[in-house]
């Protein structure tokens, strides 16, 4: 049975399961909250019950381990929000802090933090990513206002849950030189100029000590 390990009832993170229930049995692990927001509400979810054995649901609790194929892992608390799809009635009985997470894998003594969605809300995510051996990091947006800049209008970096490299207290700022931690950047949206090598923001993020995260990218700890 293969394992899956959820961050946050986002689109972008959970769609990939429809698309993986054709071929193989699941065990997922995620938030109570975010299995109840799957399961309760979202019947296009059922289909997952049809594979032979049907999905199994895995709570992760906060700020507790877990282990995962053999793997210790601790959800850290990332102070995002539930997506505008989850109804009302619902959201007022969800956990705050299961909304989104971010995760901290131990073995061995190596560290390994996976965190795509920073809001900025709280610094949870601080201690895990400085004392991480490698640290994969939201690296969304360059400025606050990118996508405001770009459409002409719409939400903040922050408004939707992704605290931007740049600025005072932007990530950059945020985590400034780490102990120990291979700090690379990953998410990035396809406005963020760090994209561009020969770009000011690239050269930035690099003289901070991150790298950016590239297709085939591979890792060892």
């Known amino acids: 049975m293969s394992t899956v390990v959820l961050t946050s009832a986002d689109v972008d993170s959970v769609m990939g399961l429809l698309h993986l229930r054709e071929f193989q049995p699941l065990r997922v692990f995620a938030t109570p909250s975010v299995i109840r ?10 289909c997952l019950e049809r594979s032979s054995p049907p999905v199994s649901w895995e709570p992760l ?14 959800a850290i608390p990332l102070g995002g929000g539930y997506p505008d799809y989850v109804g009302g009635a619902l959201r007022k009985n969800l956990a705050k802090d299961d909304a989104v997470i971010g995760l901290e894998f131990l073995q061995s003594e190596r560290r390994f933090l996976f965190a795509p969605s920073i809001s900025g809300r709280n610094e949870a995510w601080k201690g895990p990513a400085g004392e991480a051996d490698l640290a994969l990091l939201d690296g969304t947006f360059w400025t606050d206002d990118e996508l405001i800049d770009v459409r002409g ?13 740049s600025g005072a207290d932007g990530l950059l700022a945020e ?35 991150f790298e950016v995260a590239y297709d085939g990218m591979e890792f060892e700890l």
């Open 37 to 46: 927001v799957l399961t309760e509400e979202n019947s296009l979810f059922r």
């Open 61 to 74: 609790s906060v700020d507790h381990y877990t282990t995962i194929n053999g793997l210790a892992c601790t």
């Open 153 to 165: 209008g719409g939400k903040s970096a922050r408004e939707i849950g992704h605290l931007p490299l």
């Open 175 to 209: 985590l400034q030189r780490a102990h120990k931690s291979r700090r690379v950047l990953i998410h990035l949206n396809n406005t963020n100029p760090v994209l561009n090598e020969s770009s000011d923001a690239h050269r930035a993020v690099r003289d901070a000590g």
